[in-house]
Nanobody, 115 residues
């Protein structure tokens, strides 16, 4: 089972950018399907972006064209580049790794978009 630690969250103004990082340890990241989820207050956890082992990337409609998921297998790290941020992007963002249907989760990092 892989251990995941998110970082890079914080406060940013609308229209700004932020890059989240998810560092993996205890396993080799490249064997996992990776994803970013987010959960806003009073809302369910939603899938934001995913990147399979085959490098098949998908995005929620709400973030298409603004967010980019990527991975650096040499660094055992997955990233979420977030551009043109909106207040509705405010949430706790969680890194997810899936291996044959078994999920591992990070502790989450807070992203707040506010002027």
């Amino acid at each position: 089972q892989v251990q995941l630690v998110e970082s890079g969250g914080g406060l940013v103004q609308p229209g700004g950018s932020l890059r989240l990082s998810c560092a993996a340890s205890g396993s080799i990241l490249r064997i996992y399907d990776m994803a970013w989820y987010r959960q806003a207050p009073g809302k369910e956890r939603d899938l934001v972006a995913s990147d399979t082992r085959a490098d098949n990337k998908n995005y929620a409609d709400s973030v298409k064209g603004r967010f980019t998921i990527s991975r650096d297998n040499a660094k055992n790290t997955v990233y979420l580049q977030m551009n043109s941020l909106k207040p509705e992007d405010t949430a706790i963002y969680y890194c997810n790794a899936r291996f044959y249907g078994i999920d591992s989760w990070g502790q989450g990092t807070q992203v707040t978009v506010s002027s």
